[in-house]
């Protein structure tokens, strides 16, 4: 059994901050090769980003969601794709820890182990002696070209019972790639399709979907652990919502630095800097970050208080937890939006980053969990008395 020293949440946003610049410049090549540089990857490894929700035992940080909401918006500074790509990570890496502890150890037993997933169930299982064979693909894979393990979500069907969704680990190793990422955004994720074809898992690794849902773990170990006894969506949500907070002070930055050089062509302004349009822009854009900023850490707040006391969920927590989520998706996307309105016609070169942003946190925004009107929808839809629409609640 390992143990180790947990850096803090500040050190561990510092590392990250020290991170920006080589994030930065590895962006373009990212976009360009539609995967995360290798240096980049070395550099999250190094400073021990791929180590916030393993558990200590295995030399871990068993990190709070706060952490990885400060974390993550010092990625999403530099690179939109590269901090999505850390985020994907936290959330199968904390999937992982569910499963038996002898499982854990052969997961874990990899340094910086990397565990991509998915919650879609768009494969089949049937069952055979010692677990299942899975046939099917899945699409969006972020990270899967650097990862060692996949969490994969299939239809079981066969033996006792109804059909059933199921929760599964397997090697990469075991499944093909499709290279398929041809995207307007997020480009430098590498979310490429994985396949299986006749792929046995044994029993093992393998959880049904819905008691995980409701907060089950087969983890003895991890069973009174706080970061792991929280229900997987609020766990998803709040584990995403930093890079997003990220992706818009990144434009930001990005709109003040060129500010100073930068006049309003066809104006009598010589200077964008002296226009009140730009001042109410700016002012603007800020607050709605601050209030993005603001729902994150509700929503961080919520999942580590309960998680820190073992207490139940009501479905109102559950359905909040989702629409924090939605609301940092959409008021980051808007000040995003008017930072990059404001950039003027020279912006659309590729070499300016608040184009690449732009269409990042766009993506981010059409993402099935994360759009903003699926989760408004659904956390009105509780309050006014109804039943959830959705298992993944």
Known sequence: MLTTDVPTREQLARRASELVPVLRKNAAWA???????????EALADAGVFKLRVPIRYGGYESDTRTLVDVASELGRADGSTSWVASVYWIPTWMACLFPDQVQDEVFSTPDVRVCGTLSPTAMAAPVEGGIVVNGK????????????????????????EPAPIMALVPISDLQIADDWYTAGLKGTGSVSTIAQDVFIPSERVLHLGAVLQGQSASQANAERP??????????????VGTV????????????????????????????????????QVADASMKIDEAEFHAHRLTSLVDTK??????????????????????????????????TASGGGSIYSHVPIQRIARDIQ???????????????????????????TLYI
Request: glycine residues 10%.
């Open 138 to 161: 899945w699409g969006f894979i972020s990270g899967a070209l650097h990862s060692h393990w996949q969490v994969v979500v299939a239809i079981l069907v066969g033996g006792e019972g």
């Open 245 to 280: 907070v990220g992706m818009a002070k990144g434009a930001k930055e990005t709109f003040l630095e060129r500010l100073p050089e930068r006049k309003i062509t066809y104006t009598g302004y010589g200077s964008q800097s002296e226009a009140p349009l730009t001042h109410l």
């Open 307 to 340: 998680g820190v006391e073992g207490a139940a969920w009501t479905l109102e927590e559950r359905a909040r937890a989702r629409a924090d989520m939605g609301a940092v998706c959409r008021l980051a996307k808007e000040a995003v939006d008017i930072f990059n």
């Open 363 to 389: 993506a981010v925004n059409l993402h099935a969990l994360m759009h903003p009107n699926t989760n408004a929808e659904l956390y009105g839809r509780i309050l006014c008395g109804l039943e959830p629409n």
């Open 31 to 41: 976009e360009e090769n539609r995967r995360i540089h290798e240096e980049s990857i």
């Open 227 to 240: 970061i792991y006894r929280t229900p997987l969506l609020p766990v998803a949500s709040a584990s995403s």
